[in-house]
């Protein structure tokens, strides 16, 4: 075996093992989540507190007032080529895309209230940012 092709192999092993922490935390378990089929993980933004009119918005007035929520994608679903070890997207939303999902929709999950496994077919649009100069 050459010395470039043990290199690559030895990248695509190295990409398959979960990075591990530099400080061990005692606190609680590091976990990652990896969706399955057409599924994303999305982290929930936080709204400012404030209305456009000035006013302080408690928390549920908030959540009442909101159909959907902006959220964005933290994970999603891949697929590795066996033979040239490519890992694939198949979720269709871009990985770090900004999104609106309906605000009941997707599980939310247990260690972590701000984040939910959502069905890609729940994505209602992918949200981008413009400055206007």
Same mark, same amino acid.
């Given at each position: 075996?050459?010395?470039?092709s *043990? /290199?690559t192999?030895? =990248? ?12 061990? +935390?005692? +606190?609680?378990?590091l976990?990652q989540?990896?969706?399955? /089929?057409y599924?994303?993980v $999305? *982290? ?8 456009? /009119?000035?006013l ?6 908030k ?7 902006? $959220?964005?994608?933290?994970?999603v679903? +891949? ?5 040239s070890?490519?890992?694939?997207? !198949?979720s269709?939303v871009?990985?770090g895309a900004? !999104?609106l #999902?309906? =605000?009941?929709? /997707? $599980? ?8 939910? #496994? $959502?069905?890609?077919?729940d994505v209602l649009?992918v949200v981008?940012?413009?400055?206007? +100069?």
């Amino acid at each position: 075996m050459s010395e470039s092709s *043990k /290199g690559t192999k030895l =990248k695509a092993l190295m990409k398959l093992q979960p990075k591990q922490p530099s400080l061990i +935390s005692n +606190s609680s378990p590091l976990r990652q989540i990896h969706p399955l /089929g057409y599924r994303v993980v $999305v *982290k929930i933004l936080k709204e400012q507190s404030i209305s456009e /009119g000035g006013l302080f918005l408690p928390e549920g007035a908030k959540q009442n007032m909101q159909e959907s929520l902006l $959220v964005e994608v933290i994970e999603v679903a +891949s697929a590795r080529d066996d033979d040239s070890g490519h890992e694939t997207n !198949v979720s269709g939303v871009p990985l770090g895309a900004m !999104v609106l #999902i309906p =605000k009941e929709v /997707g $599980v939310k999950v247990p260690w972590d209230d701000s984040l939910r #496994i $959502v069905d890609t077919q729940d994505v209602l649009a992918v949200v981008s940012e413009i400055t206007m +100069s």
